[in-house]
């Protein structure tokens, strides 16, 4: 999500795949485009259309986190209340005996976080602003 303040105008993509500068087709759907977000397959189509290139995502040190991750019973993981999810990885199914509610104590650090936002202002008073997310390791797929 990019903003501009002083047009109040934003652009965003949702759910792009295989595009790593998400912020620079962000800032395209908000310079090009009447539309505010774009999200999935069109997300991606559109960024393709304006010359960003497609590539792999993942590096040789995510690869190497996620294969550790899976070996150690895909611990750390965000899901709760579902049988087995401390234990084992999925698919899991809702744990429907308990009114427990559990919860872990968070992984999210310096090197493992979420959301970034940014906000600047230019020597003519102009604001803008922008926020990524995707830094998250082993987060479920699909969220927001």
């Not at 903003?3 to 795949?17: F, N, S, W, Y």
Request: glycine share 8%; proline share 3%.
């Amino acid at each position: 999500l990019v903003m501009e303040g002083g047009r109040q105008d934003t652009g965003a993509v949702i759910q792009l795949k295989s595009v790593r500068e998400a912020s620079k087709v962000a800032r395209a759907v908000l310079e090009h485009t009447y539309h505010s977000v774009l999200v999935g397959e069109n997300a991606t189509n559109f960024a393709l259309s304006l010359g960003f290139k497609s590539q792999p995502l993942s590096s040789q040190r995510s690869i190497n986190i996620w294969e550790d991750w899976k070996k150690a019973s895909c611990q750390p993981n965000y899901w709760k209340n579902m049988v087995n999810s401390t234990t084992k990885c999925g698919p899991y199914i809702p744990n429907l005996l308990t009114d427990d509610h559990h919860y872990r104590k968070s992984s999210i650090n310096r090197r493992n976080h979420d959301t970034i936002g940014m906000i600047t202002l230019d020597r003519h008073g102009k604001m803008a602003a922008g926020t990524t997310t995707n830094g998250k390791n082993h987060k479920i797929p699909g969220r927001c």
